[in-house]
């Protein structure tokens, strides 16, 4: 059973959140490992720095990075159990990662106050925290983490008793409008995820209805109109194809080797039918019918459906003389008309129908290749729908047939 969309624009925004305290992990476990090596190897430190704040000076990072393992842990165990976590989660994340390295600062500027710590590049940190809140698509959270930023370093300088410069007022601001700016570019990334879901959504509901027997461009087509198929009246030509003496066949024949030959023979016919924007409305164990012109409308459907038979029997053909096959024989029925269109069943269960006497006079044609030992029949309405002259000249006229259950004679054509 697919997901529905919104259960899957959740996963979407789980995986993103995910990806955000992974890369959040990736960064301060660099930052300690830099501190690392510059402790032991490099030793660059400012040498006027005070001795006794190592404790200080580690406690940020490690802190952020223990905080950030637990959350990326806690997001995986969600993810795996495709469960979103309470709505306040995150607001609550963002309230823990903006107040840990504001309370660094202010341990710093209390013990301090000869260092002017608010003017240090350490501000910066708040900066990390609300480029990455875009991965979590959503405007709100990511203007909640640049006014909570911009805030907490207002109650930064007042509760220090600092100087409020001109300078302090465009760092506020720049925090500020970067939340602003951070959650206008999620709202477009979640936007575009969410365009992309939809269309996802629409493909899979067209390939659930027709399967793997349509073409690309059919399936293009039909996205354009929203994947919706609604009933009404369409000029189609019908084709039903038949494998001759196909219960013989299988006489003697264990079920692998029988399906076997069915994969083979219906792979020669999907891959040319698709050619010729064809689709397979069913498959009949020993032949199938199909469908020109529904649901996307074709120019002329009676001369796709001659020309995919054609190309049909001459690709068999060759098959054949390649020993692709054991020897087969088909007959093919052709007719073209108007008939209804449309999905028919339930929301749990919708089948696309072709219905109208073109369906049923196509498989009638079919069944007298038997009679005329041909392989490929058409009506007189196919002729009038092609090319008349050259088709007629091409053909070989059968006359007018008595139909089995049909109300009048049918004159009927033979092209192979």
């Known amino acids: 059973m697919k997901m529905p969309i919104n259960k899957r624009l959740n996963e979407v925004l789980l995986q993103h959140e995910q990806r955000r305290a992974l890369i959040l992990v990736i960064i301060f476990a660099i930052g300690i490992c830099y501190r690392l090596l510059d402790l032991f190897v490099l030793k660059i430190t400012d040498p006027d720095a005070p001795k006794n704040t190592f404790g200080i000076a580690w406690l940020f990072p490690v802190t952020i990075l223990l905080f950030e393992v637990v959350s990326l842990l806690v997001i995986t165990k969600h993810l795996k159990r495709k469960k979103q976590p309470p709505r306040g989660a995150r607001y609550f994340n963002t309230i823990i990662e903006v107040c840990l390295p504001s309370c660094v600062i202010f341990i710093i500027a209390r013990q301090y106050p000869q260092y002017n710590v608010l003017s240090s590049p350490v501000v910066f940190i708040y900066f990390i925290f609300i480029i990455l809140s875009t991965l979590r698509l959503n405007f709100w959270l990511s203007f909640f983490c640049g006014l909570f930023a911009a805030t907490s370093y207002l109650i930064l300088r007042v509760v220090l008793n600092a100087h409020f410069y001109s300078t302090d007022a465009v760092k506020v601001a720049i925090l500020l409008i970067s939340g602003i700016a951070a959650g206008l570019v999620a709202r477009q990334i979640r936007s575009a995820i969410n365009s992309l879901l939809k269309e996802a959504e629409k493909r899979s509901m067209v390939e659930d209805l027709f399967g793997q027997q349509i073409s690309a461009e059919i399936v293009e087509k039909m996205l354009e109109n929203d994947g919706k198929i609604e009933s009404k009246r369409m000029q189609v030509a019908i084709m039903f194809i038949d494998i001759r003496n196909f219960t013989q066949f299988v006489v003697g024949k264990s079920p692998e080797e029988v399906v076997q030959y069915q994969d083979a023979f219906f792979r020669i016919v999907i891959d040319t039918i698709t050619l010729y924007n064809g689709i397979i409305n069913q498959f009949l164990g020993d032949g199938c ?128």
């Open 289 to 416: 019918m199909v469908t020109f012109g529904a649901p996307v409308q074709l120019e002329n459907p009676a001369k796709a459906a001659v020309d995919a038979a054609v190309r049909l029997l001459q690709e068999l053909n060759i098959v054949l003389e390649n020993g692709g096959l054991p020897a087969t024989r088909i007959g093919i029925g052709i007719h073209t008309g108007e008939v209804v269109t449309g999905n028919i069943g339930t929301s749990q269960r919708r089948q696309y129908s072709i219905t109208g006497s073109v369906v049923i006079l196509a498989a009638r044609i079919e069944q007298l290749n038997k009679q005329f030992g041909s392989q490929l029949l058409v009506s007189e309405e196919v002729i009038q729908a092609m090319d008349e002259q050259v088709a007629a000249a091409a053909a070989t006229n059968f006359g007018c047939v008595a139909l089995k259950g049909w109300h009048k004679p049918v004159t009927v054509y033979g092209l192979a």
